[in-house]
């Protein structure tokens, strides 16, 4: 049996093309535990990294701290407003793919979704391959998967490892690269020193050192020395943030607190 990774490679790059050595990291929310667990486990089995969101009860913040590539939602629970669910998970994930899944096979389900905000929807309850497939083609076409990330004048290529601004190529070391891979999937909003130590170092406890802070600065006098204005920027109490134009720099996004949607106390 191959490898998940040399799933995903054969599923993601068509054929004959391989793409970055680590697979992408799907986020799946479903409000069914059970349903979460059977979803992630078929989408491991296929060659993708898996993270299971929380309930959002208290709000979709926590969200925010999850480095993923392609996020997967059930939004039709009776204690939610789909419709307002997918726009609010729409603005968490950025320009990175949005594909909603409805338990059953219902065209009102999936035009929510779509007039929401996702890329696609889907009902998977029998359709466990084509999920699978649609799933590998919004990430064939997304930026991740063909191997680009860029903000404002930076270019990274995930497969070669380069990295550019205006330009100007700039010589990167493994976790430095990283770290810019990571802020430059979400650009204009701030990632946690906690979210980068586990999509970076895999770390998911705070191991009482500063090697995030250390290696911000390196990669900081890299990307930003000799440039007429700052990419990345440190946003007090939320961590860091890679800026795509000179404004965004001097008033990163914090998004709005969505607790109250949820009900929350």
Known sequence: MRSGRRVWNAIAAGEGGTIDENPPLVAIYHGV???????????????????????????LRPWLDCCFDLVVINPFLEW???VEFVRLVRTVAARRPLLVLSDRESFDERMIALNGGADDAIGWTRNLPELLARMA??????????GQLGAGDLRIDLIDRRVERAGRPIRLPLREFDLLANLARVPDRPISRAAL???????????????VEVHMSRLRAKIDRGFAWPMLRTVKGQGYTLCSRPDEAAYPHALPDFAPLFGAS
């Open 137 to 146: 083609g919004l990430l064939r076409r997304s930026r991740i998967a063909a």
């Open 197 to 211: 130590l586990k999509a970076v170092w895999r770390i998911d406890f705070d191991p009482g050192t500063n090697r």
């Open 33 to 59: 535990r059970d349903r979460a667990e059977q979803l992630g486990r078929a989408v491991a089995a296929a060659g993708y990294g898996v993270h299971l969101l929380s309930p959002p009860i208290g709000g």
């Open 80 to 82: 939610q407003d789909p």
